[in-house]
RNA sequence: GUCCUGGUAGCUCAACCGGAAGAGCAACGGCCUUCUAAGCCGUGGGCUGGGGGUUCGAGCCCCUCCCAGGACACCA
């Protein structure tokens, strides 16, 4: 049952064209803002531009649907504007669309006809299914994604997590809005560490150990190396000499290289399985190799590149630092790879956007990759964005990869998963197929607890938060979709029968119906944004007001009409839902 | 030292491109012969780091200081 919000199939594109058909006479959130704005034109003398984004939504349900603040008018009115909207809400007369306009100090509140709102909103999530809040605004034009990219023979980490969860909401996010969105895993598999790997394998590597576990024994070789180092400063050397080889293609090096990334790529994908991620391209910084000599040419011809102390450099003006093409050894670096990659994706891909989900700590990397572009005179190089991140730290320092203090993801989400497994075994023994549950809820919590909050910030890393499943976090939402799923297994809403917009009378209705009308906002804005906080925390909002809905308006027990509109509402709230854990890449079972 | 980010309830965080400061956790008190208590209801809790400025209006914009984190050409 329920598949048409399960099942994410290829049919989305089929709806999306339908839906753009539709689109000229559908009503939305948005809409009842142009209808205010027309209504307000005449008595304000303002134009409906104006209007529109001066209104808000009051912070009070009781106050009203929308609010219209009228500070702006008080210069031309020469009138303080607690008059001015009292004199308005008197002044606006009937309006089909209204059930009362009041003033409260100085903000003219509107209160929507609830028979309206509900059909309004109802009908259209009924009509579009999982297609509700999507759009056509991207129309089939590409987003490229460059998200995750873990540095090969380095363990997977919770600070991977960040960027890899974000990448891939972006991804469905762009995708639900009509874009081609390609998700690029921009591997770490080149560079002078591989230097320092293949040297510490050399001196104390163990074929066996490898095969057993590949990127358990390479980061232990990774950290003795950077251990010994410290006191014997030739290794260093030794290092570099090894990723020399590799650059010239020796042979030997070579096979050693692949082995090393063929085993943690294979690692890699079993924990993109786990979360259900997946990646339209795996073309990591080995595969711009033989085009950085063309890139570099490029940068040259255009005259914006100069020699200093033996290196190749773009300067980039007072504020930037400049940018280092080419090492004075002539070795390439980081940023290289990064403008060859650029110029790759935008001949393959043609990009209308070209989003970097990477850390904050990189901002001036990308800064100066960007600078460069624009210096160079690309006309696309305004389409490139670095979508930064907050990094993960702990309680007592920070982490250090190269000392070996990580926490593997695989561990965070492996006792997740047992946790949420503990509280179905205590709730709710009888369930079917508790290990898929269990999975679902676990990773779900995980997802969401480094989604709900704005990227920006630095997150502390906490096994009793991580573990938390009460309060704001996914499991909740999750426990909404699976309570109206209950419900609605016992009884499910008929899909033909008129809205009975009227029988919507409880507070918590009227909450919930415009909280479920505010979905396409939510979307559009965590695109705007590139934040999928976004949408999590309309969720919370969401399941909030459902569960308010759900211990105040009960259901089944409710007779005829209410009873009706109950479960249509309940239905709808599910399948919004449904897709907004979708978004975020969290599953929605069915029962918990 | 220069630049970039952050600083909101005891803790973790929201606040829709300037508009009416809110949640969750923790604490305390209620609600399961009722559609899943991973829930709901209630109570307490604030000079939005300090100071100045712009504005009818600032948590949000500008200046300055303090605190935390990060970056700062031969790493990625």
Redesign the pocket.
Known sequence: MFTDSMGYNDNIFCRLMAKAVRQAREVSMEHFKEQLALILEEPTGLGREEIQ??L?????VD??DY?F?C??L??AFKQP?AEIAARLAGELGENPLLERVTS??????FVLKRSVLAADILSRIRQEGQAYGSSSRGGGRAVVIDFSSP?IAKPFGVGHLRSTVIGHSLHRIYTFLGYRAVGINHL?D????FGKIITAYKRWGSKGQLNRDPIGHLFQLYVRFHEEGEKNPRLDDEG?YWFKKLEEGNRETLDLWQTFRDLSLREFKRIYQILGIDFDSYQG?SFYNDRLDSTIEEIVNKGITRE????L?VDLGE??????L????G???????DLSAAFYRYETYRFAKALYVV???????FKQFFKVLELMGLEWADRCRHV?F??V?FKDG?MSTRKGKVVLLEEVLNKAVQ??LD??G???PS?ADKER??RQ??IG?VIFGDL?????????F?W??IL??????G??I???H??????L??EAPSQTAPLQGEAYTAKEEEALLLQLG?FP?AVE?AA??N?P??IA?YL?DL??DF????????????QGDIKQA?LLLADAVRRVLAQGLYLLGIEA????
């Open positions: 984004p001066l808000e939504v009051p912070p009070n106050l009203g609010a603040p500070f702006r008080a210069r504007p409260a100090g100085p903000y003219l509140n540095n770490g080149w560079g002078t560490q570099r910084e200093s102390q033996g290196a450099i504020d930037i630092p400049p940018c280092l080419r090492k004075s050894d070795a390439t670096l980081y940023v290289t790879r850390g904050a700590d990189q901002i001036l990397h930064p907050g990094l730290r920070k946790l949420s509280i179905i205590e709730k709710n369930l549950v269990a809820v676990g919590a709900s909050n704005d990227r920006i910030k630095d997150v502390e906490d009793e938060k938390d499943f009460s309060g704001e976090t499991p909740y999750q426990y909404s699976a309570r109206i799923c209950s419900i297994r016992r505010r906002e804005r705007d944004l934040k906080s976004v925390r919370v399941a909030r569960n308010q809905f759900y211990h105040h308006c009960p259901v089944l027990k409710a109950r079972p069915e029962e918990m």
